[in-house]
């Protein structure tokens, strides 16, 4: 039997988190928010797989 794995993207982990950061976020009701918030935890998340280190995502917050 052969198994083909995929490789995971460091692009994926950043959108679920940020995903599962919005969905947790009830307090804004407006799609536009919800887009914003969802686009900044993507670019939180690609600076912290970047710097390899929690100084930047926290300087770009």
Same mark, same amino acid.
């Given at each position: 039997?052969?198994?083909?794995?995929?490789?995971?993207?460091?692009? $994926?982990?950043?959108?679920?988190?940020?995903? %599962?950061? /919005?969905? =947790?976020?009830?307090?804004?009701?407006?799609? $536009?928010?919800?887009?914003?918030?969802?686009? %900044?935890? /993507?670019? =939180?998340?690609?600076?912290?797989?970047?710097?390899?280190?929690?100084?930047?995502?926290?300087? %770009?917050?």
């Amino acid at each position: 039997m052969i198994h083909h794995t995929v490789p995971r993207s460091t692009n $994926t982990r950043p959108r679920v988190v940020a995903a %599962l950061f /919005v969905l =947790l976020h009830g307090q804004y009701k407006n799609w $536009t928010s919800f887009l914003l918030l969802g686009c %900044l935890e /993507v670019i =939180l998340g690609m600076a912290r797989i970047t710097s390899g280190g929690l100084l930047a995502p926290v300087l %770009l917050q």
